[in-house]
């Protein structure tokens, strides 16, 4: 079990992926960004997906910055925060790419 978020492009292509393992408290932290708490089933996601607008990734994008460049404290190397942290921004801002050509992109929560 664990949560494999997944992004898609207007053509079904998989452009984003992110995985947490199920005790992963850190997988709450993209839910959260998304403002997709309802996907989120505990030791995974609910297997269901929706459609985000650019607006709505932009705004993640922009909660991720804020959420980062407040906290002060340092990363350290192999930490699975900083793991995580990366594969959050990477996702997000994919979904951004894809977002501002097509004006939307689909996620799945599994």
């Known amino acids: 079990m664990g949560h494999d978020i997944l992004g898609y492009n207007n053509a079904g292509k998989e452009i984003a992926y992110a995985r947490f ?28 997906s929706s459609t985000f607008s650019k607006q709505q990734i932009e705004k993640a994008l922009n909660a991720y910055k804020q959420l980062y460049n407040i906290n002060d404290s340092p990363l350290l190397e192999g930490d699975f925060s900083t793991w995580d942290q990366k594969q959050i921004q990477t996702f997000i801002q994919n979904c951004h790419t894809t977002a501002q050509k097509e004006g939307s992109v689909r996620v799945y929560f599994g």
């Open 21 to 48: 393992s199920m005790g992963n408290y850190n997988a709450t932290i993209l839910y959260s960004l998304l403002d997709a708490i309802k996907y989120y089933a505990g030791v995974s996601g609910s297997g269901k």
